[in-house]
Protein backbone atom coordinates (compact mmCIF):
# COMPACT_ATOMS: atom_id res chain seq x y z
CA UNK A 1 0.00 0.00 0.00
CA UNK A 2 1.78 3.05 -0.94
CA UNK A 3 1.78 6.22 1.62
CA UNK A 4 -1.20 7.68 -0.68
CA UNK A 5 -3.35 5.15 -0.37
CA UNK A 6 -2.95 4.64 3.77
CA UNK A 7 -6.30 5.83 5.17
CA UNK A 8 -6.27 8.59 7.88
CA UNK A 9 -5.41 8.16 11.55
CA UNK A 10 -7.94 9.27 13.91
CA UNK A 11 -7.37 12.20 16.14
CA UNK A 12 -8.54 13.67 19.17
CA UNK A 13 -11.87 14.98 18.58
CA UNK A 14 -12.73 11.38 16.36
CA UNK A 15 -12.36 9.66 19.45
CA UNK A 16 -14.06 12.15 22.26
CA UNK A 17 -16.95 11.68 19.74
CA UNK A 18 -17.32 8.19 19.56
CA UNK A 19 -17.99 8.28 23.31
CA UNK A 20 -20.72 11.22 22.21
CA UNK A 21 -22.44 8.02 19.86
CA UNK A 22 -22.15 5.47 22.51
CA UNK A 23 -24.62 7.57 24.63
CA UNK A 24 -27.60 6.72 22.50
CA UNK A 25 -26.56 3.36 22.29
CA UNK A 26 -26.06 2.99 26.29
CA UNK A 27 -29.57 4.94 26.70
CA UNK A 28 -31.07 2.44 23.89
CA UNK A 29 -30.04 -1.14 26.03
CA UNK A 30 -30.49 0.64 29.38
CA UNK A 31 -34.37 1.40 27.86
CA UNK A 32 -35.02 -2.11 27.32
CA UNK A 33 -33.27 -3.48 30.48
CA UNK A 34 -35.15 -1.72 33.12
CA UNK A 35 -38.50 -2.34 30.90
CA UNK A 36 -38.32 -5.99 31.62
CA UNK A 37 -37.77 -5.33 35.07
CA UNK A 38 -40.49 -3.10 35.42
CA UNK A 39 -43.07 -5.72 33.75
CA UNK A 40 -44.13 -6.56 36.86
CA UNK A 41 -45.13 -3.68 38.80
CA UNK A 42 -46.79 -2.42 35.16
CA UNK A 43 -48.84 -5.66 35.14
CA UNK A 44 -50.00 -4.46 38.89
CA UNK A 45 -50.54 -1.23 38.56
CA UNK A 46 -51.91 -1.20 34.18
CA UNK A 47 -53.92 -4.68 34.26
CA UNK A 48 -52.44 -4.83 30.96
CA UNK A 49 -54.07 -8.06 29.06
CA UNK A 50 -51.35 -11.04 28.19
CA UNK A 51 -51.26 -9.50 24.81
CA UNK A 52 -51.36 -5.58 25.69
CA UNK A 53 -48.23 -6.86 27.83
CA UNK A 54 -46.55 -8.09 25.22
CA UNK A 55 -47.50 -5.62 22.84
CA UNK A 56 -45.56 -2.97 25.75
CA UNK A 57 -42.60 -4.76 25.25
CA UNK A 58 -42.27 -5.10 21.98
CA UNK A 59 -43.86 -2.48 19.55
CA UNK A 60 -40.93 -0.68 20.03
CA UNK A 61 -39.01 -3.19 18.10
CA UNK A 62 -41.70 -3.57 15.51
CA UNK A 63 -41.22 0.15 14.77
CA UNK A 64 -37.76 0.14 14.64
CA UNK A 65 -37.11 -2.61 12.33
CA UNK A 66 -39.62 -1.44 10.39
CA UNK A 67 -38.54 2.34 9.95
CA UNK A 68 -34.83 1.75 10.29
CA UNK A 69 -34.38 1.02 6.39
CA UNK A 70 -36.12 4.36 6.00
CA UNK A 71 -34.14 6.45 8.43
CA UNK A 72 -31.11 5.07 7.49
CA UNK A 73 -31.60 6.24 3.90
CA UNK A 74 -32.84 9.53 5.21
CA UNK A 75 -29.29 10.06 7.27
CA UNK A 76 -27.70 9.39 3.82
CA UNK A 77 -29.54 12.67 2.31
CA UNK A 78 -30.36 14.72 5.32
CA UNK A 79 -27.05 14.47 7.13
CA UNK A 80 -26.92 11.23 9.95
CA UNK A 81 -25.68 13.84 12.43
CA UNK A 82 -28.83 15.70 11.75
CA UNK A 83 -30.62 12.74 12.39
CA UNK A 84 -28.75 11.62 14.96
CA UNK A 85 -30.02 14.96 17.00
CA UNK A 86 -33.84 14.92 16.10
CA UNK A 87 -34.11 11.14 16.77
CA UNK A 88 -32.21 12.39 20.16
CA UNK A 89 -34.93 14.86 21.10
CA UNK A 90 -38.28 13.18 20.17
CA UNK A 91 -36.88 10.26 22.11
CA UNK A 92 -36.44 12.13 24.80
CA UNK A 93 -40.31 13.59 24.88
CA UNK A 94 -41.42 9.86 24.20
CA UNK A 95 -39.69 8.60 27.12
CA UNK A 96 -41.52 11.35 29.32
CA UNK A 97 -45.17 10.14 27.83
CA UNK A 98 -43.81 6.84 28.51
CA UNK A 99 -43.49 7.42 32.09
CA UNK A 100 -46.62 9.15 32.76
CA UNK A 101 -48.73 6.66 31.30
CA UNK A 102 -52.34 5.72 32.69
CA UNK A 103 -53.05 3.24 30.72
CA UNK A 104 -51.96 -0.01 28.68
CA UNK A 105 -53.43 1.61 25.55
CA UNK A 106 -51.36 4.43 26.15
CA UNK A 107 -48.23 2.92 27.53
CA UNK A 108 -48.10 0.98 23.87
CA UNK A 109 -49.12 4.11 22.03
CA UNK A 110 -45.94 5.86 23.79
CA UNK A 111 -43.79 2.93 23.32
CA UNK A 112 -44.43 3.08 19.51
CA UNK A 113 -43.36 6.77 19.48
CA UNK A 114 -40.64 5.51 20.76
CA UNK A 115 -39.84 3.16 18.40
CA UNK A 116 -39.92 5.76 15.74
CA UNK A 117 -36.87 7.78 17.45
CA UNK A 118 -35.33 5.20 18.01
CA UNK A 119 -35.11 4.44 14.45
CA UNK A 120 -33.37 7.55 13.58
CA UNK A 121 -30.27 6.46 15.95
CA UNK A 122 -28.60 2.90 15.37
CA UNK A 123 -27.83 3.45 11.89
CA UNK A 124 -26.50 7.40 12.26
CA UNK A 125 -24.59 6.59 14.65
CA UNK A 126 -23.17 3.02 12.97
CA UNK A 127 -22.83 5.64 9.51
CA UNK A 128 -20.94 8.44 11.51
CA UNK A 129 -18.60 5.67 13.18
CA UNK A 130 -17.52 4.78 9.06
CA UNK A 131 -16.96 7.99 8.66
CA UNK A 132 -14.69 9.06 11.08
CA UNK A 133 -12.96 5.78 11.45
CA UNK A 134 -11.19 5.35 7.81
CA UNK A 135 -8.64 2.96 9.61
CA UNK A 136 -9.55 -0.54 9.67
CA UNK A 137 -7.94 -1.33 12.74
CA UNK A 138 -9.27 1.75 14.69
CA UNK A 139 -12.29 0.86 13.13
CA UNK A 140 -12.40 -2.46 14.58
CA UNK A 141 -11.77 -0.96 18.14
CA UNK A 142 -14.74 1.80 17.25
CA UNK A 143 -17.28 -1.05 16.60
CA UNK A 144 -15.98 -2.83 19.56
CA UNK A 145 -16.84 0.15 21.58
CA UNK A 146 -20.39 0.64 19.83
CA UNK A 147 -21.14 -2.91 20.88
CA UNK A 148 -19.67 -2.28 24.51
CA UNK A 149 -21.49 0.78 24.91
CA UNK A 150 -25.31 -1.67 24.12
CA UNK A 151 -23.61 -3.92 26.66
CA UNK A 152 -22.89 -0.69 29.22
CA UNK A 153 -26.22 0.18 29.27
CA UNK A 154 -27.47 -3.34 30.12
CA UNK A 155 -25.14 -3.12 33.19
CA UNK A 156 -26.02 0.18 33.90
CA UNK A 157 -29.77 0.11 33.52
CA UNK A 158 -30.41 -2.83 35.93
CA UNK A 159 -28.67 -1.17 38.95
CA UNK A 160 -30.66 2.37 38.15
CA UNK A 161 -33.81 0.84 37.14
CA UNK A 162 -33.64 -1.49 40.02
CA UNK A 163 -32.98 1.61 42.73
CA UNK A 164 -35.72 3.49 41.05
CA UNK A 165 -38.38 0.46 41.05
CA UNK A 166 -37.80 0.07 44.88
CA UNK A 167 -38.25 3.64 45.78
CA UNK A 168 -40.68 5.58 42.78
CA UNK A 169 -43.34 4.00 40.36
CA UNK A 170 -42.40 2.19 36.99
CA UNK A 171 -42.79 4.76 35.15
CA UNK A 172 -39.57 6.75 36.41
CA UNK A 173 -37.59 3.68 34.90
CA UNK A 174 -38.30 5.80 31.32
CA UNK A 175 -36.71 9.00 32.66
CA UNK A 176 -33.22 8.06 32.53
CA UNK A 177 -33.45 8.81 28.84
CA UNK A 178 -34.38 12.37 29.19
CA UNK A 179 -30.60 13.93 30.78
CA UNK A 180 -28.64 11.47 28.59
CA UNK A 181 -30.53 12.74 25.49
CA UNK A 182 -30.16 16.30 26.65
CA UNK A 183 -25.84 15.59 26.98
CA UNK A 184 -26.08 14.61 23.64
CA UNK A 185 -28.31 17.48 21.51
CA UNK A 186 -25.28 19.82 23.80
CA UNK A 187 -22.38 17.67 22.55
CA UNK A 188 -23.60 16.25 18.98
CA UNK A 189 -22.91 19.53 17.15
CA UNK A 190 -19.55 20.02 19.10
CA UNK A 191 -18.15 17.26 18.73
CA UNK A 192 -19.64 14.87 15.78
CA UNK A 193 -18.95 15.95 12.21
CA UNK A 194 -21.34 16.01 9.86
CA UNK A 195 -21.88 13.73 6.84
CA UNK A 196 -24.20 12.44 4.13
CA UNK A 197 -24.55 11.35 0.40
CA UNK A 198 -23.38 14.44 -1.99
CA UNK A 199 -25.60 12.54 -4.47
CA UNK A 200 -28.62 11.32 -2.61
CA UNK A 201 -31.86 11.96 -4.24
CA UNK A 202 -35.07 12.35 -2.78
CA UNK A 203 -36.48 9.82 -0.19
CA UNK A 204 -39.60 8.02 -1.88
CA UNK A 205 -42.45 7.94 0.48
CA UNK A 206 -43.90 5.01 -1.40
CA UNK A 207 -40.67 2.86 -0.29
CA UNK A 208 -41.05 3.19 2.78
CA UNK A 209 -44.49 3.25 3.26
CA UNK A 210 -43.94 -0.82 1.49
CA UNK A 211 -41.26 -1.66 3.62
CA UNK A 212 -42.86 -0.76 6.94
CA UNK A 213 -46.34 -2.21 6.03
CA UNK A 214 -44.63 -5.94 5.23
CA UNK A 215 -42.67 -5.55 8.34
CA UNK A 216 -45.44 -5.03 10.10
CA UNK A 217 -47.82 -7.64 8.90
CA UNK A 218 -45.76 -10.16 8.83
CA UNK A 219 -44.92 -9.89 12.29
CA UNK A 220 -48.31 -8.92 13.27
CA UNK A 221 -49.05 -12.61 11.39
CA UNK A 222 -46.64 -14.46 13.81
CA UNK A 223 -47.32 -13.24 17.21
CA UNK A 224 -51.65 -13.88 15.87
CA UNK A 225 -50.17 -17.27 14.92
CA UNK A 226 -48.70 -18.12 18.00
CA UNK A 227 -50.95 -16.84 20.53
CA UNK A 228 -54.33 -18.12 18.57
CA UNK A 229 -53.26 -20.77 16.19
CA UNK A 230 -54.34 -21.67 12.30
CA UNK A 231 -56.98 -19.18 11.80
CA UNK A 232 -57.59 -16.60 8.66
CA UNK A 233 -56.47 -13.02 10.03
CA UNK A 234 -53.04 -14.36 10.77
CA UNK A 235 -53.03 -16.34 7.28
CA UNK A 236 -54.43 -12.56 5.25
CA UNK A 237 -51.73 -10.50 7.54
CA UNK A 238 -48.79 -13.15 6.15
CA UNK A 239 -50.14 -12.97 2.60
CA UNK A 240 -50.77 -9.44 2.42
CA UNK A 241 -47.44 -9.24 3.98
CA UNK A 242 -45.16 -10.72 1.21
CA UNK A 243 -47.50 -9.08 -1.27
CA UNK A 244 -46.13 -5.78 0.07
CA UNK A 245 -42.54 -7.00 0.12
CA UNK A 246 -42.83 -7.88 -3.13
CA UNK A 247 -44.22 -4.60 -4.25
CA UNK A 248 -41.26 -3.21 -2.25
CA UNK A 249 -38.46 -5.40 -4.18
CA UNK A 250 -40.16 -4.63 -7.15
CA UNK A 251 -39.79 -1.08 -6.88
CA UNK A 252 -36.33 -1.24 -5.78
CA UNK A 253 -35.46 -2.60 -9.04
CA UNK A 254 -37.18 0.43 -11.36
CA UNK A 255 -35.72 3.18 -9.15
CA UNK A 256 -32.80 4.97 -10.54
CA UNK A 257 -32.02 6.12 -6.24
CA UNK A 258 -33.37 3.09 -4.62
CA UNK A 259 -34.43 3.18 -1.02
CA UNK A 260 -32.56 -0.53 -0.46
CA UNK A 261 -29.84 -1.63 -3.20
CA UNK A 262 -30.65 -4.92 -3.80
CA UNK A 263 -27.39 -6.18 -5.24
CA UNK A 264 -26.37 -5.67 -2.39
CA UNK A 265 -27.93 -9.28 -1.45
CA UNK A 266 -25.42 -11.22 -3.88
CA UNK A 267 -22.47 -10.55 -1.77
CA UNK A 268 -22.26 -13.28 0.53
CA UNK A 269 -20.73 -11.61 3.41
CA UNK A 270 -23.42 -9.23 3.77
CA UNK A 271 -26.33 -11.96 3.05
CA UNK A 272 -24.69 -13.94 5.50
CA UNK A 273 -24.14 -10.85 8.45
CA UNK A 274 -27.82 -10.13 8.06
CA UNK A 275 -29.10 -13.42 8.45
CA UNK A 276 -26.48 -14.15 11.56
CA UNK A 277 -28.11 -10.64 13.08
CA UNK A 278 -31.71 -11.40 12.72
CA UNK A 279 -31.44 -15.11 14.36
CA UNK A 280 -28.95 -14.38 16.70
CA UNK A 281 -31.08 -11.17 18.22
CA UNK A 282 -34.09 -13.24 17.70
CA UNK A 283 -32.70 -16.39 20.19
CA UNK A 284 -31.36 -13.84 22.55
CA UNK A 285 -34.27 -11.07 22.96
CA UNK A 286 -37.37 -13.26 23.14
CA UNK A 287 -35.34 -14.84 25.90
CA UNK A 288 -34.79 -11.48 27.99
CA UNK A 289 -38.13 -10.84 28.56
CA UNK A 290 -39.15 -13.95 30.76
CA UNK A 291 -35.54 -13.67 32.36
CA UNK A 292 -36.44 -10.84 34.23
CA UNK A 293 -39.51 -12.19 35.61
CA UNK A 294 -38.29 -15.28 36.30
CA UNK A 295 -36.03 -13.93 38.76
CA UNK A 296 -38.82 -11.58 40.16
CA UNK A 297 -42.11 -13.80 40.01
CA UNK A 298 -40.59 -17.20 40.96
CA UNK A 299 -37.29 -16.56 42.56
CA UNK A 300 -38.67 -13.84 44.46
CA UNK A 301 -36.20 -11.54 43.97
CA UNK A 302 -36.91 -7.55 44.39
CA UNK A 303 -36.11 -5.73 41.21
CA UNK A 304 -32.73 -4.65 42.83
CA UNK A 305 -31.69 -8.00 43.10
CA UNK A 306 -32.51 -9.05 39.42
CA UNK A 307 -31.26 -6.22 38.72
CA UNK A 308 -28.05 -7.45 40.50
CA UNK A 309 -27.93 -10.35 39.29
CA UNK A 310 -27.83 -9.75 35.57
CA UNK A 311 -25.00 -8.03 36.07
CA UNK A 312 -22.72 -10.70 35.13
CA UNK A 313 -24.33 -11.12 31.73
CA UNK A 314 -23.72 -7.54 31.26
CA UNK A 315 -20.07 -7.84 32.02
CA UNK A 316 -19.93 -11.11 29.28
CA UNK A 317 -20.90 -8.84 26.47
CA UNK A 318 -18.77 -6.16 27.49
CA UNK A 319 -15.59 -8.30 27.54
CA UNK A 320 -16.79 -10.20 24.88
CA UNK A 321 -17.28 -6.83 22.47
CA UNK A 322 -13.83 -5.36 23.55
CA UNK A 323 -11.13 -8.19 23.04
CA UNK A 324 -12.89 -9.74 19.70
CA UNK A 325 -11.15 -7.63 17.69
CA UNK A 326 -7.53 -8.25 19.78
CA UNK A 327 -7.80 -11.73 19.94
CA UNK A 328 -10.21 -13.20 17.10
CA UNK A 329 -9.10 -10.59 14.56
CA UNK A 330 -7.22 -13.20 12.66
CA UNK A 331 -10.03 -16.05 12.48
CA UNK A 332 -11.83 -16.32 9.40
CA UNK A 333 -15.78 -14.69 9.92
CA UNK A 334 -17.36 -18.57 9.67
CA UNK A 335 -15.22 -19.63 12.61
CA UNK A 336 -15.80 -16.39 14.79
CA UNK A 337 -19.49 -16.62 13.84
CA UNK A 338 -20.12 -20.06 14.04
CA UNK A 339 -18.52 -20.61 17.11
CA UNK A 340 -19.80 -17.62 19.19
CA UNK A 341 -23.88 -18.91 18.12
CA UNK A 342 -22.48 -22.52 19.08
CA UNK A 343 -21.53 -21.05 22.28
CA UNK A 344 -24.60 -19.27 22.79
CA UNK A 345 -26.56 -22.09 22.30
CA UNK A 346 -24.62 -23.97 25.12
CA UNK A 347 -25.75 -21.22 27.23
CA UNK A 348 -29.14 -21.27 25.91
CA UNK A 349 -29.56 -24.57 26.79
CA UNK A 350 -28.37 -24.28 30.48
CA UNK A 351 -30.98 -21.45 31.15
CA UNK A 352 -33.47 -24.08 29.72
CA UNK A 353 -32.89 -25.88 33.01
CA UNK A 354 -34.57 -23.20 34.97
CA UNK A 355 -32.79 -24.95 38.25
CA UNK A 356 -32.27 -21.61 39.71
CA UNK A 357 -30.21 -18.73 39.65
CA UNK A 358 -26.69 -20.57 39.41
CA UNK A 359 -28.27 -21.92 36.07
CA UNK A 360 -29.47 -18.84 34.48
CA UNK A 361 -26.23 -16.55 35.67
CA UNK A 362 -24.36 -19.46 33.70
CA UNK A 363 -26.11 -19.48 31.12
CA UNK A 364 -26.42 -15.96 30.29
CA UNK A 365 -22.91 -15.53 31.07
CA UNK A 366 -22.33 -17.71 28.20
CA UNK A 367 -24.49 -16.46 25.36
CA UNK A 368 -23.35 -13.13 26.42
CA UNK A 369 -19.56 -14.53 25.39
CA UNK A 370 -20.68 -15.94 22.49
CA UNK A 371 -22.88 -12.94 20.88
CA UNK A 372 -21.24 -10.18 21.25
CA UNK A 373 -18.34 -11.19 18.99
CA UNK A 374 -20.56 -12.33 16.65
CA UNK A 375 -22.57 -9.09 16.63
CA UNK A 376 -19.72 -6.50 15.98
CA UNK A 377 -18.38 -8.95 12.91
CA UNK A 378 -22.28 -9.06 11.50
CA UNK A 379 -22.40 -5.54 11.67
CA UNK A 380 -19.13 -5.17 10.10
CA UNK A 381 -19.57 -7.12 7.24
CA UNK A 382 -23.16 -5.91 6.36
CA UNK A 383 -21.94 -2.21 6.39
CA UNK A 384 -18.30 -2.97 5.08
CA UNK A 385 -19.85 -4.76 2.00
CA UNK A 386 -21.65 -1.27 1.11
CA UNK A 387 -20.01 2.11 -1.13
CA UNK A 388 -19.28 4.59 1.79
CA UNK A 389 -21.94 7.12 -0.02
CA UNK A 390 -24.46 3.76 1.29
CA UNK A 391 -22.93 3.52 4.53
CA UNK A 392 -26.36 4.93 6.23
CA UNK A 393 -28.64 2.47 4.36
CA UNK A 394 -26.75 -0.07 5.34
CA UNK A 395 -26.23 0.40 8.32
CA UNK A 396 -30.10 0.58 8.47
CA UNK A 397 -30.15 -2.55 7.04
CA UNK A 398 -28.27 -4.52 9.62
CA UNK A 399 -30.16 -2.94 12.35
CA UNK A 400 -33.10 -3.49 10.73
CA UNK A 401 -31.71 -7.17 10.76
CA UNK A 402 -31.31 -7.08 14.53
CA UNK A 403 -34.08 -4.89 15.64
CA UNK A 404 -36.39 -7.42 12.84
CA UNK A 405 -35.08 -10.69 14.88
CA UNK A 406 -35.73 -9.05 18.47
CA UNK A 407 -38.61 -8.10 17.68
CA UNK A 408 -39.88 -11.57 16.31
CA UNK A 409 -38.12 -13.40 19.03
CA UNK A 410 -40.43 -11.95 21.21
CA UNK A 411 -43.54 -11.60 19.57
CA UNK A 412 -42.93 -15.73 18.79
CA UNK A 413 -41.56 -16.88 22.03
CA UNK A 414 -43.11 -14.51 23.96
CA UNK A 415 -46.57 -15.89 22.68
CA UNK A 416 -45.40 -19.70 23.21
CA UNK A 417 -44.47 -19.01 26.52
CA UNK A 418 -47.66 -17.50 27.34
CA UNK A 419 -49.71 -20.11 25.68
CA UNK A 420 -47.64 -22.70 27.85
CA UNK A 421 -48.28 -20.60 30.87
CA UNK A 422 -52.17 -20.44 29.93
CA UNK A 423 -52.18 -24.38 29.74
CA UNK A 424 -50.31 -25.25 32.51
CA UNK A 425 -51.69 -22.93 35.19
CA UNK A 426 -54.23 -24.48 37.76
CA UNK A 427 -56.19 -22.31 39.50
CA UNK A 428 -56.92 -23.44 43.02
CA UNK A 429 -60.30 -24.35 44.61
CA UNK A 430 -61.65 -21.25 46.21
CA UNK A 431 -60.03 -18.47 44.55
CA UNK A 432 -63.11 -16.00 43.23
CA UNK A 433 -63.45 -15.89 39.05
CA UNK A 434 -62.25 -12.41 38.74
CA UNK A 435 -58.82 -13.03 40.62
CA UNK A 436 -58.41 -17.12 38.56
CA UNK A 437 -59.05 -14.95 35.22
CA UNK A 438 -56.20 -12.35 36.07
CA UNK A 439 -53.89 -15.35 37.10
CA UNK A 440 -54.66 -17.07 33.73
CA UNK A 441 -53.95 -14.09 31.74
CA UNK A 442 -50.25 -13.04 32.85
CA UNK A 443 -48.39 -13.88 35.80
CA UNK A 444 -48.05 -10.46 37.11
CA UNK A 445 -51.73 -10.41 37.28
CA UNK A 446 -51.92 -13.37 39.23
CA UNK A 447 -49.71 -11.84 41.64
CA UNK A 448 -51.77 -8.65 42.31
CA UNK A 449 -54.95 -10.78 42.69
CA UNK A 450 -53.08 -13.23 45.15
CA UNK A 451 -52.47 -9.53 47.03
CA UNK A 452 -56.57 -9.52 48.13
CA UNK A 453 -56.55 -12.99 49.55
CA UNK A 454 -56.25 -14.96 52.57
CA UNK A 455 -52.73 -15.93 53.17
CA UNK A 456 -53.23 -19.83 52.40
CA UNK A 457 -55.29 -19.32 49.53
CA UNK A 458 -52.78 -16.87 48.17
CA UNK A 459 -49.56 -18.96 48.70
CA UNK A 460 -51.55 -21.73 46.84
CA UNK A 461 -51.97 -19.78 43.66
CA UNK A 462 -48.76 -18.48 43.63
CA UNK A 463 -46.88 -21.81 44.14
CA UNK A 464 -49.41 -22.99 40.98
CA UNK A 465 -47.88 -19.42 39.63
CA UNK A 466 -44.12 -20.59 40.03
CA UNK A 467 -44.54 -23.84 38.36
CA UNK A 468 -46.70 -22.52 35.26
CA UNK A 469 -43.93 -19.26 34.52
CA UNK A 470 -41.07 -21.88 34.99
CA UNK A 471 -42.51 -24.39 32.47
CA UNK A 472 -43.01 -21.43 30.18
CA UNK A 473 -39.84 -20.49 30.64
CA UNK A 474 -38.33 -23.85 29.55
CA UNK A 475 -40.18 -23.29 26.50
CA UNK A 476 -38.93 -19.91 25.20
CA UNK A 477 -35.61 -21.23 26.17
CA UNK A 478 -35.90 -23.43 23.52
CA UNK A 479 -33.91 -20.67 21.60
CA UNK A 480 -30.56 -22.42 21.74
CA UNK A 481 -32.02 -24.85 18.64
CA UNK A 482 -32.68 -21.42 16.47
CA UNK A 483 -29.13 -20.72 17.95
CA UNK A 484 -27.44 -23.78 16.85
CA UNK A 485 -29.02 -23.39 13.32
CA UNK A 486 -27.93 -20.40 12.68
CA UNK A 487 -24.16 -21.52 13.76
CA UNK A 488 -24.65 -24.01 11.04
CA UNK A 489 -25.99 -22.03 8.75
CA UNK A 490 -24.09 -18.95 9.15
CA UNK A 491 -20.82 -21.26 9.39
CA UNK A 492 -21.66 -22.29 5.84
CA UNK A 493 -22.26 -19.10 4.42
CA UNK A 494 -19.19 -17.64 5.48
CA UNK A 495 -16.77 -20.60 4.74
CA UNK A 496 -15.46 -18.82 1.71
CA UNK A 497 -14.68 -15.66 3.35
CA UNK A 498 -11.41 -14.23 4.90
CA UNK A 499 -11.05 -13.02 8.01
CA UNK A 500 -8.63 -9.98 5.88
CA UNK A 501 -12.13 -9.38 3.53
CA UNK A 502 -14.30 -8.84 6.40
CA UNK A 503 -14.68 -5.16 6.11
Not at 102 to 127: E, K
Not at 162 to 185: D, Q, R, T
Not at 226 to 246: M, N, R, S, T, Y
Request: aromatic residues 8%.
Amino acid sequence: MTPAETPQKAGRREWIGLAVIALPCLLYSMDLTVLNLALPAISEDLRPSSSELLWIVDIYGFLVAGLLITMGTLGDRIGRRRLLLIGAASFGAASVLAAFASSAPMLIAARALLGVAGATLAPSTMALIFNMFADPGERKIAIGVWIASFSAGAAVGPLVGGALLELFWWGSVFLIGVPVMLLLLVLGPRLLPESRDPDAGRLDLASAALSLGAVLAVIFALKRLAEDGLHWPPFLAVVAGVVLAALFARRQRRLEDPLLDLELFRIRAFSAGLATNVLGFFAAFGLFVFIAQYLQLVLGYSPLEAGLWSLPSAFGFIVGAMLAAPVLGGLRPAFVVGGGLGLAAAGFALIAQAGGIEWVVAGSVLFSLGLSPVAGLATELVVGAAPPERAGAASGMSETGAELGGALGIAVLGSIGTAVYRSQIAVPAGVPDAAGEAARDTPGGAVAAGESLPGGLAADLLHAVDAAFTDAFQAAATSELVSAAAAVLATLLLRRVRATAAT
